[in-house]
């Protein structure tokens, strides 16, 4: 079975702080890819980053990073240094073979000036 | 330009309507999807279609009927509406039916049934 577990719900952090955003997946599949993607107040959904099972470099990219652990069945989203513009609902995703995509929760987030 | 476009943004309507909600991508892509979004936040996919062909088709009520007139465009025709049908809903494409694939959303459809 696929399941993508985002424990947090919501949270709060003071601009400029960082922020992890923790994403727990399961799956039975050895071939998968896991997916952050970013809900803003706007409503729409938009794509971040889309990482495969064999490949586990960490990912930076500006002041978002990405900690994939195959032996934790994690992939973590940090944001450095957080800005009012990244208040929004994140949610981390998990495709594999049968072409679905399995959604986690979602985390809020709002980034307090 | 919009790459995903959906219509109407806000649909507000009485029990026991149909309505349609429209969707049209200009990426070229050749898988669309639908997926509602409850009043928590849960995505869940109710179809996929490759090339105006059904290939994936959630525990959905009949009431909800997909139709792929050609491979941009996705609509989505729901029968007589229910309380339960609130959500928002979601269109989104890929460039083709793959796991790896990467999904562009629209804007996503309020609906609202009273």
Known sequence: AQKVTQAQTEISVVEKEDVTLDCVYETRDTTYYLFWYKQPPSGELVFLIRRNSFDEQNEISGRYSWNFQKSTSSFNFTITASQVVDSAVYFCALSSTGNQFYFGTGTSLTVIP | ?114
């Open chain 2, 1 to 114: 330009d919009t790459a995903v476009s959906q219509t109407p943004k806000y649909l507000v309507t009485q029990m026991g309507n149909d309505k349609s909600i429209k969707c049209e991508q200009n990426l070229g892509h050749d898988t669309m999807y639908w997926y509602k979004q409850d009043s928590k936040k849960f995505l869940k996919i109710m179809f996929s279609y490759n090339n105006k062909e059904l290939i994936i088709n959630e525990t959905v009520p009949n009431r909800f009927s997909p139709k792929s007139p050609d491979k941009a465009h996705l609509n989505l025709h729901i029968n007589s509406l229910e309380l339960g049908d609130s959500a928002v809903y979601f269109c989104a494409s890929s460039q083709d039916n793959g796991y790896n694939e990467k999904l562009f959303f629209g804007s996503g459809t309020q609906l609202s049934v009273l």
